[in-house]
Nanobody, 123 residues
Framework: QLQLVESGGGLVQPGGSLRLSCAAS????????IGWFRQAPGKEREGVSS????????NYADSVKGRFTISRDNAKNTVYLQMNSLQPEDTAVYYC????????????????WGQGTQVTVSS
């Protein structure tokens, strides 16, 4: 069974940091691009960051550039999203997704999705 599992979410104060992990089971991530998406209550899902299968190309939404860093460790079959300087507007459920058609920030490029992890930024 192909599965993606996100972890690392939680409650953090403004200005704090979290590192999200996206672990795959049932398949290897070596040949998949990975995207991170988020959805806040009442808002549409948005692409946050993505990384090519090799790790050589990355994309970031303007809202997170300079604060978030995506990386991958294919040996561990895991992709990470380091989130620094978190702000209340970053509060959302974060999802990772895997696909082979590209490494952009559009959801249609990704075939497999995790269940999400909640990130709450609040004082």
């Amino acid at each position: 069974q192909l599965q993606l599992v996100e972890s690392g979410g939680g409650l953090v104060q403004p200005g704090g940091s979290l590192r999200l992990s996206c672990a795959a089971s049932g398949f290897t991530l070596d040949y998949y691009a990975i995207g991170w998406f988020r959805q806040a209550p009442g808002k549409e899902r948005e692409g946050v960051s993505s990384i090519s299968y090799s790790g050589g190309s990355t994309n970031y939404a303007d809202s997170v550039k300079g604060r978030f860093t995506i990386s991958r460790d294919n040996a561990k079959n895991t992709v990470y999203l380091q989130m620094n300087s978190l702000q209340p507007e970053d509060t959302a459920v974060y999802y990772c997704a895997a696909g082979v058609t590209g490494w952009g920030l559009s959801a249609y490029e990704y075939r497999y999705w995790g269940q999400g992890t909640q990130v709450t930024v609040s004082s």
